[in-house]
Structures are given as C-alpha cells and as structure tokens.
Nanobody
C-alpha cells in the first residue's frame, strides 16, 4: 500500500513557475525506493496524460518530449518526496496534476506515460494558468 499526497498547485499567470510536491508514504519494509513515481495531468474535457516519471532511489528520469526544457522532475529520497518544477507556464498547462506509483519496471521510455501501469494515485492538485 502506497499513499500519495500532492501539493503546490495554484493559479498563476502565464510565464510563471510552480513547484509541485508529492509525498509518498508506505508501510512496506522496502519503502518507496525501487518504485516508479510519475506525474500525470488531466485538463478539462481531455484524457489524462503522462508528464514525467522518476525511478525512486537511483533518480533516473523520464519526460515527455513536449515538456522538456520547461518541466523538471526530481526527488528527495530522505523525505520520500517527488517534485515537479514547472517553468514558463502556459495556459495549455492548466490541468489537475496527479502523482502515481507503480513497480519500478514501468520507469522506461515506452511505459512511464501509460497510466494503466500505476496502482496508486494521489487526489491531485489543480494548476490554473491564465494569460
């Protein structure tokens, strides 16, 4: 069982930055290390889409091409927390952002963005970008 709690969303102007956090907790003896933690987002009227993922522990990262250069995923291993730094935000970035956890094998270029691999989900944090 993994519990995920996102924070850091808000309403900002285009061009601004936000940093989302996802705190993971588990009773598993192995902790969170070795799991794939990811960010997804869902805009109104659109399907949920993968944003980025990180292999928790080693820190290997994966990012959709369209967001590279603006978004950065990172981790704090000691606080079991994942982050998403979002810079130069655009109106198209408006969405509910979710963090999710899966087995480590899904942290790969052809899998990190597929939501059906992820067993655990947070409640989401809203990001609204206005012009």
């Amino acid at each position: 069982q993994v519990r995920l709690a996102e924070s850091g969303g808000g309403s900002v102007q285009a061009g601004s930055s936000l940093k989302l956090s996802c705190k993971a907790t588990t009773d598993a003896p192995s902790g969170i290390s070795g799991r794939c933690l990811a960010w997804f987002r869902q805009a109104p009227g659109k399907e949920r889409e993968g944003v980025a993922a990180i292999y928790f522990g080693s820190g290997s990262t994966y990012m959709v091409d369209s967001l590279k250069g603006r978004f950065t995923i990172s981790q704090d291993k000691y606080r079991n927390t994942m982050f998403l730094q979002m810079d130069r935000l655009q109106e198209d970035d408006t969405a509910m952002y979710y963090c999710a956890a899966a087995g480590g094998i899904y942290c790969r270029n052809d899998g990190f963005y597929e939501d059906w691999h992820f067993d655990y989900w947070g409640q989401g944090t809203q990001v609204t970008v206005s012009s």
